[in-house]
């Protein structure tokens, strides 16, 4: 069975930083890409960032782009978003995903971690 | 960036009817690469459907998704109890991947 927990979220200032973790099991992590997906609170889903099952791809929305790192360590099964300069607008639920091999949707979810940017 | 509109924003039904749900996107989504998420509260969305048509594994098979191009659309033929929560659709044949503002489909 695939399992995703997030981890890592909490309350941060402006301009801080944060690093989520989302541990996974249940199939050969190294061979899927995974994303990053978030939820403001109320909101719809957006999609935040993807890697590839290797590590040697990176993607970002340009909402976060140059300040949220995406990475993985395939040893650990372990899926990683560093962010910096956290905003307001960074407040959400981060949900790490599976990248479907049928194409950059998601397949399967974690439960999320809330994110909230407050002084 | 291809932007997804869902409507309508919330469609109120009874159990055992069926419910229609629309999604236009402002242009053509290649290869017809749209796929629909349920969500309920508080919890993470669940893959209903990919390709446009495709149902997902374990998903009942009263609920389908059919469209082309710009307009697709997600039916669910008798509308179960657990079936009341938040839709989105999902277009992922260009860069960004975008998701649409969602429609919610409430008890009657």
């Known amino acids: 069975e695939v399992q995703l927990v997030e981890s890592g979220g909490g309350l941060v200032q402006p301009g801080g930083s944060l690093r989520l973790s989302c541990a996974a099991s249940?199939?050969?992590?190294?061979?899927?890409?995974m994303s990053w997906v978030r939820q403001a609170p109320g909101k719809g889903l957006e999609w935040v960032s993807t890697i590839s099952g290797s590590g040697g791809g990176t993607y970002y929305a340009d909402s976060v782009k140059g300040r949220f790192t995406t990475s993985r360590d395939n040893s650990k099964h372990a899926l990683y978003l560093q962010m910096n300069s956290l905003r307001a607008e960074d407040t959400a639920a981060y949900y790490c995903a599976t990248v479907s091999t049928s194409g950059y949707l998601f397949d399967q979810w974690g439960q999320g971690t809330l994110v909230t940017v407050s002084s | 960036e291809i932007v997804l509109t869902q409507s309508p924003g919330t469609l109120s039904l009874s159990p055992g009817e069926r419910a229609t749900l629309s999604c236009r996107a402002s242009?053509?989504?290649?290869?017809?690469?749209l796929a629909w998420y349920q969500q309920k509260p508080g919890q993470a969305p669940r893959l209903l459907i990919y390709?446009?048509?495709n149902t997902a594994t374990g998903i009942p098979d009263r609920f389908s998704g059919s469209g082309s191009g710009t307009d697709f659309t997600l039916t669910i033929r008798r509308l179960e109890p657990e079936d009341f929560a938040v839709y989105y659709c999902?277009?992922?044949?260009?860069?960004?991947?975008?998701f649409g503002g969602g429609t919610k489909v409430e008890i009657k």
């Open positions: 242009q053509s989504v290649s290869g017809s690469y």
């Open positions: 249940g199939f050969i992590f190294s061979s899927y890409a």
């Open positions: 999902q277009q992922y044949g260009n860069s960004p991947l975008t």
């Open positions: 390709g446009a048509s």
